[in-house]
């Protein structure tokens, strides 16, 4: 049962490009959405909710698309410290989030 | 700040052993949540908890049980450790149901090595 997916990468990009990943879900009666970051060997941490309007946060977009059910996010202007795994998160019914398994970015100078 | 503490960052089991991994939170959050986070399978839910003395399984509860007698604590025991259960846990919180599911915190984790 693969209720949420996403491309494990590892995306590696030059510091200041512009890298976009997907998620797909399965549950359409799904309600809620994120995109969390985990840097290695650390907890992960919310980077941001994503709305049915898209929003954005800085060099950060996120794209919801219920039609398609998948999400996006972009960022521009990598940076060094961009480096890290970027966690797809889906609302299950009630309180219980379903994780995606992470898509590793890589940034180099 | 929220901050989601657990009782140990790195801990060594022998098979057969009972462990207790405690995790507390200081924000009066409703939910609480224990994950286990493996290379390749990305993170798990063991249970959660959405009030004091309340559980529910989550996709994983075999060979694990929770306990949460007071509403900052939830405690995750393994009664009889085996090896397929080393792993890194995480302990997160979040507020109530109330709005739909919100953001989770999340505890450094526990890194426990069954031998």
């Known amino acids: 049962r693969k209720e949420v997916e996403q491309d494990p990468g590892p995306f590696n990009v030059p510091e200041g490009a512009t890298v976009a990943f997907n998620c797909t879900y399965s549950?359409?009666?799904?309600?809620?959405f994120f995109w969390y970051r985990q840097d290695c060997r650390k907890e992960p941490k919310l980077l941001m909710s994503?709305?049915?309007s898209g929003n954005e946060d800085g060099r950060f977009t996120a794209q919801l698309n219920r039609a398609s059910q998948y999400i996006s996010l972009l960022i521009r202007d990598s940076k060094l410290s961009d480096s890290a795994t970027y966690l797809c998160?889906?609302?299950?019914?009630?309180?219980?989030?379903?994780f995606g398994k992470g898509t590793t970015l890589s940034v180099s100078s | 700040d929220v901050k989601v503490t657990q009782s140990s960052r790195y801990l060594v089991k022998r098979t057969g052993e009972k462990v207790f991994l405690e995790c507390v939170q200081d924000?009066?959050?409703?939910?609480m949540f224990w994950y286990r986070q493996d290379p390749g399978l990305g993170l798990r839910l063991i249970y959660f908890?959405?009030?004091?003395?309340?559980?529910e399984k989550g996709d994983i509860p075999e060979g694990y049980s929770v306990s949460r007698e007071k509403k900052e604590r939830f405690s995750l025991i393994l009664e009889s450790a085996s090896t397929n259960q080393t792993s890194m846990y995480l302990c997160?919180?979040?507020?109530?149901?109330?709005?739909?599911?919100?953001?989770?915190?999340f505890g450094p984790g526990t890194r426990l090595t069954v031998l």
């Open positions: 997160a919180s979040s507020l109530g149901l109330a709005g739909g599911p919100r953001e989770q915190f």
């Open positions: 549950n359409s009666a799904s309600q809620s």
């Open positions: 998160v889906v609302n299950q019914a009630g309180t219980a989030l379903i």
């Open positions: 994503v709305y049915s």
């Open positions: 908890s959405y009030d004091v003395k309340m559980k």
């Open positions: 924000m009066d959050h409703e939910n």
